[in-house]
């Protein structure tokens, strides 16, 4: 008898820890069986810009947007049902004092049959036609970047990236004898400004009136190894010769160069301070 009273005590005591094991965590809060809800946050660029709204998160700063699709070598959007929807967040996305920017992707073995410098830029000019207005064109500036990673050639693929931010100067004047024209990371590609395009055309009607002649110097930051800043640096001061020369400007009255990262203007320990100076100098000789 001694026997079985034990037996049943420790039957009971197995099916009362049982059932704490079940509930207990119900009632306290810290339920066993549950999982985290994880809150995933969009991933900000170096500078003061924010992600916009709508597509699927991109790679870097910005966020790429699958209701724009492009074909292989083809500036041309094809856009999705859902465009109006997406354009709409984005025009109501764009804050009191922000500035969108456009980035367009490409990469080196489309072919570009555009105006344009490269395909990016195509691709970008023709998404700012699409938003332009609601929102005002000097809201808006345009980017481009190099890919080199594969896509099916034969499918249609998102190659167009946006971005809101807050507006730091792309072209200071403030420096008595020479301007400055800032230039995106690890790029060539002048960004494409209304700003900058408006100071470039009247500096070209000046020395096409004056005969004065104009002085390029392409300046990087510090990542990457003086080789290829060097290179990097040439071609910054060459694409804004490039641009003088469409204005009627004579090749022989612009001198570029280079200095790569050797003449900062500003710390390279920063993020900042390596956008101070990835530029070139423009300076006018009388």
Request: aromatic share 8%; proline share 3%.
């Amino acid at each position: 008898m001694r026997n079985f009273v034990i037996a049943l005590s420790i039957f009971f005591m197995i099916l009362f820890g049982w059932f704490f094991y079940q509930y207990a965590g119900d009632c306290c809060g810290q339920g066993s069986t549950g999982t985290e809800t994880g809150i995933i946050s969009d991933a900000k660029d170096e500078s003061t810009g924010s992600i916009s709204q709508g597509g699927n998160a991109g790679a870097g700063d910005t966020r790429m947007n699958d209701y724009l699709m492009f074909n292989w070598s083809d500036g041309e959007p094809v856009l999705r049902d859902d465009w109006d929807t997406r354009k709409n967040q984005l025009v109501n996305g764009l804050k009191e004092g922000e500035f969108l920017e456009i980035t367009g992707d490409y990469r080196p073995e489309e072919t570009n049959n555009t105006s344009y410098d490269n395909l990016g830029l195509a691709r970008a000019n023709k998404i700012k036609d699409l938003i332009s207005p609601p929102i005002a064109e000097n809201r808006i500036t345009l980017k481009s970047r190099e890919l080199n990673n594969e896509v099916d050639r034969n499918s249609l693929f998102p190659a167009v990236r946006f971005r809101n931010y807050v507006k730091k100067a792309n072209l200071d004047t403030s420096i008595p004898d020479r301007t400055i024209i800032r230039f995106p990371f690890n790029s060539d590609a002048r960004i494409i400004d209304p700003e900058i395009e408006d100071y470039l055309n009247k500096v070209a009607l000046r020395v096409n009136a004056s005969g004065e002649k104009i002085r390029l110097t392409g300046h990087t930051d510090n990542i990457g190894s003086i080789e290829s800043n060097e290179v990097l640096g040439q071609r910054r001061a060459d694409i804004i010769k490039r641009y003088l020369i469409g204005k009627g400007v004579p090749s022989s009255r612009i001198m570029s160069t280079t200095k790569g990262e050797a003449s900062p203007i500003a710390t390279n320990k920063t993020s900042s301070g390596r956008a101070e100076n990835r530029r070139t100098e423009l300076q006018i000789i009388k």
